[in-house]
């Protein structure tokens, strides 16, 4: 069974290292996995820790997509418990406790405060979420309690005052999303599998009974083509689960209607303390999220049906002012579209409904498994929260179809790349890398230059930027300052600033040259421009003029 396993250390965990294993003559894969999301990724750790030999590929870099632009919750789901969705919800607090015992250095508790402006509401939420905690059985976080206004207000500093009634304390699980999808990446290669990001697949291979039999691929960074043999294909790729259907049966019909997620970062002063808030009824019957997250505080979400999807959704206006107005109903120091230092927009990949509808309300958040005549298995809707069960059932599918040897899960108790006991005394601007830390404290010792911060608004260090192209794959400043360091996520001014810095040192690294540099920081400037609320003051010729 672990026959194709290799010893792993962070340094295996390189491109161009993988990517020679494309070119061996003759091989055939067990499994490969298209797309490098939380769904992917977690089929792409499952199979390879079976012992098969597995290949995952994405189109761009890992959790480019929905995957990094999460509420940043591991949660069951209080929304979906109201709704009556209950072995959703009993599935996803299983999940929860299981991710925060595999990743303790990316994953953990994080109490909610919702505050109440009538005794109704007190008593009807309190009820409710002692039910959450009882469903999650021996993976309770703490116990909900009731609480006083004079609580609500000692816990939530800013919250409006007037009206109150007091509140409900609860806990959820919060998370790096984009750091635990990287990390999921490294323990796939860590189990025997290959995964790499910069890979599209352009079609599909077929045998001569029409079964799927393979992939064709190219790499995006050389244009480099391969045709990939597989025992089995398995469609992960988030909202464009569609394309790759239609890449087998052009005349298939959609099987996801996205529904884009906005979300809104503001400075933590606004929240004043390490409570999140939570609304569970705002006044369009949504859910709304005040949560701390990075030294910063995340307003949203917000639930919009959409026909169109892209790797850059764009936040509309109405969704915007629809987290400012109604966190300023709440707060008692208004954000304003002033105060937004960057704000982002993810698509959820939503299982369709078979009939017509506008509202997400009908959209199965349960996950679905679809095998079609030619043998492609496609998985699609669900959360990150239950990721991990999403790749088990993915699996255990792709084994009865393929004739693949039966080999029972073990992910419940697989720890994920860098996890490390909590209470480790890893320095907390370094706790994310959890194990990993070790390896960034040591290339500083090497170089004392690399200690350097990199913006006098981060505690980031130049250390980490060599790290991420060294050991993390990252091929881009957009790879680095989005989904390793998360930077353009919560100050996309900050992120533009440390863009020239970022290029120069990557492109040491990688052996890139100075026009490389210039196109990097010119197109990341453009990209980090539509996380902003108001143009960039500083123009981009001046960016580049600094390389």
């Given at each position: 069974m672990d026959?194709?396993?290799?010893n792993?250390?962070?340094?295996?965990?390189?491109?161009?290292?993988?990517k020679?294993?494309?070119?061996?003559?003759?091989?055939?894969?067990?499994v490969?996995?298209i797309?490098?999301?939380?769904?992917?990724l977690?089929?792409?750790v499952?199979?390879?820790s079976?012992?098969f030999r597995?290949?995952?590929?994405?189109?761009?870099d890992?959790?480019?997509?929905?995957?990094?632009?999460?509420?940043?919750?591991v949660h069951?789901g209080?929304?979906?418990?109201a709704q009556g969705?209950?072995?959703?919800?009993?599935?996803?607090?299983?999940?929860?406790?299981?991710?925060i015992q595999?990743?303790p250095h990316l994953?953990h508790?994080?109490p909610?405060?919702?505050?109440?402006y009538?005794?109704?509401?007190?008593?009807f939420?309190g009820?409710?979420?002692?039910?959450?905690?009882?469903?999650a059985?021996?993976?309770r976080?703490?116990?909900?309690?009731f609480?006083?206004?004079?609580?609500?207000?000692?816990?939530?500093?800013?919250?409006r005052?007037e009206?109150?009634?007091?509140?409900?304390?609860?806990?959820?699980g919060?998370?790096?999303?984009a750091?635990?999808?990287?990390n999921?990446?490294q323990?796939?290669?860590?189990?025997?599998?290959?995964?790499l990001?910069y890979?599209?697949v352009d079609?599909?291979?077929?045998?001569?009974?029409?079964?799927?039999?393979?992939?064709?691929?190219?790499?995006?960074?050389?244009g480099?083509?391969?045709?990939?043999?597989a025992?089995?294909?398995?469609?992960?790729?988030?909202?464009?689960?569609?394309?790759v259907?239609?890449?087998?049966a052009p005349?298939?019909?959609p099987?996801?209607r996205?529904?884009?997620?906005?979300?809104?970062?503001?400075d933590?002063?606004?929240l004043?303390?390490?409570n999140?808030?939570?609304?569970p009824?705002?006044?369009?019957g949504?859910v709304?999220f005040?949560?701390?997250?990075?030294?910063?505080?995340l307003?949203?979400?917000t639930?919009t049906?959409?026909?169109?999807?892209?790797?850059?959704?764009r936040?509309l206006?109405?969704?915007?002012d629809f987290?400012?107005?109604?966190?300023?109903q709440?707060?008692?120091q208004?954000?304003t579209?002033?105060?937004v230092?960057?704000v982002?927009?993810?698509?959820?990949?939503?299982?369709?409904?078979?009939?017509?509808?506008?509202?997400?309300?009908?959209?199965?958040?349960?996950h679905?498994?679809?095998?079609?005549?030619?043998?492609l298995?496609?998985?699609?809707?669900g959360?990150w929260?239950?990721y991990r069960?999403m790749?088990?059932?993915?699996v255990?599918?792709?084994?009865?179809?393929?004739g693949l040897?039966?080999?029972?899960?073990?992910?419940?108790?697989?720890?994920?790349?860098?996890?490390?006991?909590?209470?480790?005394?890893?320095?907390?601007?370094?706790?994310i890398y959890?194990?990993?830390a070790?390896?960034?404290?040591?290339?500083?010792?090497q170089?004392?230059?690399?200690?350097?911060?990199?913006?006098k608004?981060?505690?980031?260090?130049?250390?980490?930027?060599v790290?991420?192209a060294?050991?993390?794959?990252?091929?881009t400043?957009?790879d680095?300052l989005?989904?390793?360091?998360r930077?353009l996520?919560l100050?996309a001014?900050?992120?533009?600033?440390?863009?020239?810095?970022?290029?120069e040192?990557m492109?040491?690294?990688?052996?890139?040259d100075?026009?490389w540099?210039?196109?990097?920081v010119?197109v990341?400037?453009?990209l980090?421009g539509?996380?902003?609320?108001?143009?960039?003051?500083?123009?981009?010729?001046a960016?580049v003029?600094?390389i």
């Amino acid at each position: 069974m672990d026959g194709n396993k290799k010893n792993y250390t962070a340094s295996a965990f390189n491109r161009a290292a993988l990517k020679q294993e494309l070119a061996l003559e003759g091989q055939v894969w067990d499994v490969i996995v298209i797309g490098g999301g939380a769904t992917g990724l977690g089929v792409g750790v499952d199979a390879a820790s079976r012992g098969f030999r597995t290949l995952l590929l994405e189109q761009s870099d890992f959790a480019k997509g929905t995957s990094s632009r999460s509420t940043k919750l591991v949660h069951g789901g209080v929304r979906y418990l109201a709704q009556g969705d209950v072995s959703l919800v009993f599935e996803a607090l299983r999940e929860r406790g299981l991710l925060i015992q595999n990743a303790p250095h990316l994953v953990h508790r994080q109490p909610f405060v919702i505050p109440s402006y009538s005794w109704w509401n007190k008593m009807f939420y309190g009820i409710g979420l002692n039910v959450y905690d009882w469903m999650a059985g021996r993976y309770r976080l703490e116990k909900t309690s009731f609480l006083s206004k004079a609580a609500v207000t000692r816990l939530l500093p800013n919250v409006r005052k007037e009206g109150l009634a007091g509140g409900i304390m609860y806990y959820d699980g919060q998370f790096d999303d984009a750091r635990l999808a990287v990390n999921l990446a490294q323990t796939c290669v860590e189990q025997g599998g290959v995964a790499l990001n910069y890979m599209k697949v352009d079609g599909l291979l077929k045998d001569g009974s029409g079964k799927v039999a393979g992939v064709q691929v190219h790499d995006v960074e050389s244009g480099e083509a391969y045709e990939l043999k597989a025992k089995v294909v398995v469609n992960a790729t988030g909202v464009f689960v569609n394309e790759v259907l239609q890449m087998d049966a052009p005349k298939q019909q959609p099987l996801v209607r996205p529904s884009q997620g906005v979300h809104v970062v503001i400075d933590r002063s606004f929240l004043k303390g390490d409570n999140a808030l939570m609304l569970p009824k705002t006044p369009d019957g949504r859910v709304l999220f005040a949560v701390p997250w990075h030294g910063h505080v995340l307003l949203g979400t917000t639930d919009t049906p959409l026909d169109e999807h892209s790797l850059e959704p764009r936040a509309l206006e109405q969704e915007i002012d629809f987290i400012l107005q109604t966190a300023g109903q709440y707060l008692e120091q208004k954000p304003t579209r002033q105060d937004v230092l960057s704000v982002f927009a993810g698509l959820r990949p939503l299982a369709a409904p078979t009939k017509n509808s506008g509202s997400t309300k009908e959209i199965s958040r349960s996950h679905k498994l679809i095998v079609a005549a030619s043998g492609l298995i496609t998985i699609t809707g669900g959360k990150w929260t239950t990721y991990r069960k999403m790749a088990e059932d993915t699996v255990d599918k792709a084994i009865a179809l393929a004739g693949l040897p039966f080999r029972p899960c073990n992910t419940e108790g697989l720890q994920i790349h860098g996890a490390i006991n909590e209470k480790s005394n890893i320095l907390k601007p370094l706790s994310i890398y959890g194990a990993d830390a070790r390896g960034v404290e040591e290339l500083v010792q090497q170089q004392p230059g690399l200690g350097r911060p990199l913006h006098k608004k981060f505690s980031h260090i130049q250390a980490e930027v060599v790290w991420a192209a060294r050991h993390e794959m990252a091929r881009t400043v957009e790879d680095v300052l989005a989904r390793r360091l998360r930077v353009l996520f919560l100050d996309a001014k900050a992120a533009i600033d440390m863009a020239p810095q970022v290029a120069e040192l990557m492109a040491t690294e990688l052996g890139h040259d100075a026009a490389w540099q210039q196109d990097q920081v010119r197109v990341f400037t453009q990209l980090a421009g539509q996380y902003l609320l108001e143009p960039y003051s500083k123009a981009t010729p001046a960016a580049v003029d600094q390389i």
